[in-house]
């Protein structure tokens, strides 16, 4: 049986393969018990929160929104990057919404030039459900190269001083670039970011931060569907299992059980 | 345009693809190996495309300010004479040598771009000041922790009195490492649980507009 | 507390920032120009680098991924020439290849126009096949076949070339020298060949983790990096005097703190004391 898994699996990938069933199998799970009617509180995060009162500051000041979902090398499908300014482009619907409802212009600063469509289609989505128009110029194409990005970021601060900066996504040094620059014009901060390097930049200049696996599962937090819900549920699940198995591994290694390691190998 | 072509057809489109690649990682089939690899070029190339949408959303920007006379409106100008510039010189470029893009990029790119990192230090120094102050136990922890790494980091301190750097290397080496290592591993597991609800349409807003 | 006392507290708790950068400015640039020789000590990662390349085999070739953005040519110019350097004076062959971005091939360019090349000649002791489209599928397509991208930097068919008549794929390579999880997942680990780490200073957090795990065998993080490895090879650079102007610079930030949290907590402890 084993020689045949290994004939038809690339080795090495075989355990990964399983993990991701299971991730698969208790995440379905979870949707369901949750559409049956279990019930699930997620804890507050409040950077999501805060994209309200970011929106009603920037209605009192008379001033605009800025959203920008950071940088990627290469456009959305690298593998590192990509997912993380999707996760950001997700939020951007939220901040889109919250400002069409008290009537702010957005504006959104873009390093990949396929995510233009996607941003232009959102913010014109959110803004008609208010009965409104986009924004002339909301959604701005900068550059592809990343300090040709800062620069242009930047300047737009100087120029438009919009009272809100929203970061969501994927940023390397022009994390802190962006959230000085915010601090320098007076304006409020949210920064997120899953980029391990950068959430300690954030921590440290914005005025409010969502880190790690937060931006994934802003969108669940603000729409509070049962699928997305169950979703979060179950990746909590799998968080657990994946302590579990550190756990294991150590007290095996510790044993010199070394089956366990092999299998994890496999 | 209805809601067919606009959500449904890209999504499943997209699942069929995932479902692909995601085969391919871990089954050994020859013919999935070639379709998944045509795919990956296939999307280089429509990336590479999608660059003209850029190339438009800023010329149609910088046109209007320009016609406008917005502000900064002659800086526009220059920016378009430079793209146009570039543009050709990377295109002759790509049929032998271009001394033009050469020069640009060597002289005037490579320079721009790494001073714009280096105001990286400036931000850095004032994000420090602002924030590095002793406000609760946390921040305590945090100054105490960043004192020592600090310490680590200043070369001097290594040569001269290599004991001093004891903590710091402890703290970079051994503390940060494992909680390193955890967020690492459940941002990957967010990040499953976000591409399963996307290519499963429970979650559509990727593809613009709200459900 | 007496009004003068209450000034400098404030005056310290609200430095002009302009003051602050003028400050590390000056720190920055003076040893710059006038290094004064500050002692380094050489990290352990640093001499396992070194050691990756002075303990190669005569015929062993290395693969590297100098995949340099223009921006960290500051931090990581020096890594790269004292490492091109170092293969050239061993009589090390190399293949260069980037994957990140267009430009790293420049950035190449002027990374080796700085290594004196000691009339080694193009083709037989190196060869530069310069930027490949497609990321971890290139990665791993050019990993199985050194003549897949067809043709060089510079134009040349690189089945011509007599340094890829002989060497084809990962499995001939003795050391990879680069940075990235993809060269990890695509090269190192799957063809088990050993892998020297070049990385900016912000991401030695990343790479020590493949250290520790005996995945890599040598990390250069950052100009420290640099500068230690210069240090080991004798050929003291513009990283060795960096480090006096890191020195100089830290020590001050290092004062700030100090100072700064010392005049925040006097000032708290009035505060409560008032109320």
Known sequence: MIAIIRQVLISGRIFQLIFMVVTIITIFWYIEAIKRGKVVTLRSIPALDAIDEATGRCAEMGRPVHFTPGYTQGGLYNADMGPQVMAGLVILQKVASSAAKRGVSIIVSLNQPEAVPIAEETVRVAYANEGAVSPPKAVRFISTEQYAYVAGVLSMYLEERPAANVLMGFFWSESLQFAEGSNYIGAMTIGGTASASQMAFFAASCDYFLFGEELFAARAYIEKAPDLLGSIVGQDILRILILAITVLTWLAGNFKYTQLVSFLKM | MSNILRRELPMTLAAAIVLILFTDYYFKNDILRTTANTLVNWAVVASATAAGVGVLNVLIRTTRNIQKRESYWYLDIWMLIMMVVVAVGGVIGAYGTSILYTWVMQNIYLAIDATIFSMVVFDITAAFYRTFRVRSIDAAILVISAFFVMIYNVPLMGGLFPDSIAIGSWVVNIASVGPTRALTAVTAIGLIGFAIRILLMKDKSIFGGVD | ?275
């Open chain 3, 1 to 275: 507390m007496t009004n003068k006392n209450i000034s400098v507290i404030k005056r310290i708790l609200e430095i002009d920032k302009r003051l602050i950068w003028i400050i590390i400015l000056i720190l920055l640039s003076v040893p710059l120009v006038h290094p004064w020789g500050l002692p380094i000590k050489v990290d352990q990662y640093v001499k396992d680098y070194y050691n990756a390349i002075e303990n190669l085999p005569p015929g062993s070739l290395v693969v590297c991924r100098i995949d340099i953005e223009a921006g960290n040519l500051g931090e990581q110019n020096d890594q790269a020439v004292t490492t091109l350097q170092h293969l050239i004076d061993k009589n090390i062959p190399f293949i260069e290849v980037c994957f990140d971005r267009a430009d790293s091939a420049i950035t190449f360019e002027k990374v080796f126009s700085q290594v004196n090349k000691k009339g080694k000649i193009y083709g037989v002791d190196w060869v530069n096949v310069g930027y490949m489209e497609g990321k971890e599928s290139a990665l791993a397509a050019f990993a199985k076949d050194f003549t897949y991208p067809g043709k060089d930097q510079y134009g040349n068919v690189l089945n011509d070339l007599p340094l890829l008549k002989k060497y084809k794929s990962m499995n001939d390579v003795k050391l990879i020298i680069g940075s990235g999880d993809s060269t990890i997942r695509q090269w190192a680990v799957p063809y088990n060949v050993k892998m020297n780490s070049f990385v900016l200073g912000i991401f030695f957090g990343d790479a020590v983790n493949y250290y520790n795990a005996g995945i890599t065998v040598g990390i250069l993080s950052g100009l420290p990096g640099a500068a230690q490895y210069q240090f080991l090879r004798g050929t003291p650079g513009l990283a060795v005097a960096a480090m006096d102007a890191l020195s100089a610079s830290q020590i001050f930030l290092i004062g700030l703190l100090i100072i700064t949290n010392a005049a925040y907590i006097y000032d708290q402890n009035n505060r409560r004391r008032k109320q």
